[in-house]
């Protein structure tokens, strides 16, 4: 039940699994229409993409969307803000990350609970009309917030972000990583997701904390591949992640930014505002 499920979410979230690979031009990537108004914001600036970290958040058959984990936050409102930028999908292995066909760096911000979102732009020019909203919706007219559509990629991109709920359980899982990019049918990535986004403190004086950790590999009925527990010594900066087979898949010294290691232990130990839940080993 859980794997038809989580089959039916990315489907109406306008992802696809495999994406198509014949030679489709830049032109026409480039005219493919946007469903919110993403612009340059500044014009390609190099400086702000140099000082980040990007790792894969999402992808369609046409775009991909890469997003900053260190700066995720979610503030009192519960409107959660990360840096991101988007590109058109290029199958040539000699064209830069940083290129003059991707939108952003640009702030995002999503509200989880309205299904909201808005984007750092420029100019609103393709803001839908104004509308009459009740008070627990952010406004449109002149604000920036805009409705997450159903069966978009922003749809799933929220579900990511704000977490994936499970019809056979309690769980929410949140995405923390996804390991490569989806390159041919034949090559399915495996993504990883803080189950509850709970961060539990096991000592307090030495400051080590540990994760349940969920992976899936990206394909039809996303199979499970396991679940693990993640610590990490946040005073000593090194960290392992512990199968359920008593098997250590990660140990020793965090990784670099961009590795599945760092993301977490970033995630575990530094100040996300109140996207994580952080509680003491006895559960207070």
């Known amino acids: 039940m859980r794997n038809l499920f989580l089959f039916f979410v990315i489907l109406v979230s306008g992802c696809t699994l495999s994406p198509n690979l014949s030679n489709t031009s830049i032109d026409e990537m480039m005219s493919e229409k946007m469903e919110s108004p993403f612009f340059f914001v500044p014009p390609l600036n190099l400086q702000d993409y140099k000082d980040r970290t990007w ?3 999402a992808e369609s058959e046409n ?37 003059a066909m991707i939108v952003g ?9 309205s299904s909201n979102q ?18 627990t919706v952010k406004p449109i007219n002149g604000s920036g917030w805009v409705k997450i559509k159903p069966r978009t990629a922003m749809a799933y991109i929220r579900t990511r972000i704000c977490g994936r709920k499970f019809i056979d359980d309690a769980n929410v899982n949140y995405f923390l990583y996804q390991d490569s990019e989806t390159t041919t049918p034949q090559v399915m990535p495996k993504f990883f997701e803080v189950i509850d986004n709970q961060v539990v403190v096991v000592d307090a004086k030495k ?11 990206l394909e039809k009925e996303f199979p499970k591949k396991g679940e693990f ?7 000593g900066y090194t960290n392992n992640l512990l199968g359920s087979d ?30 994580m839940k952080i509680t003491s080993k006895s559960g207070k």
């Open 246 to 275: 008593k098997k250590l898949v990660i140990a020793g010294a965090v990784g670099p930014k961009g590795s599945l290691s760092s993301v977490a232990f970033n995630r575990a130990c530094e100040n996300h505002g109140d996207y």
């Open 63 to 99: 775009r991909k969307w890469f997003y900053d984990p260190y700066t995720l936050s979610e503030d009192e409102d519960g409107v959660i803000s990360f840096d991101m930028f988007n590109a058109p999908r290029i199958y040539k292995q000699d064209l830069d990350q940083f290129n």
């Open 105 to 113: 760096p640009y702030l995002q911000k999503i509200d989880c609970f």
């Open 55 to 57: 790792i894969l958040l």
């Open 207 to 217: 400051d080590i904390r540990q994760m349940r950790i969920a992976s899936y590999a």
């Open 118 to 135: 808005w984007s750092e732009t420029f100019y609103t020019k393709n803001l839908p009309e104004p509308q009459v909203t009740s008070p």
């Open 229 to 235: 527990v993640y610590r990490a010594d946040c005073q």
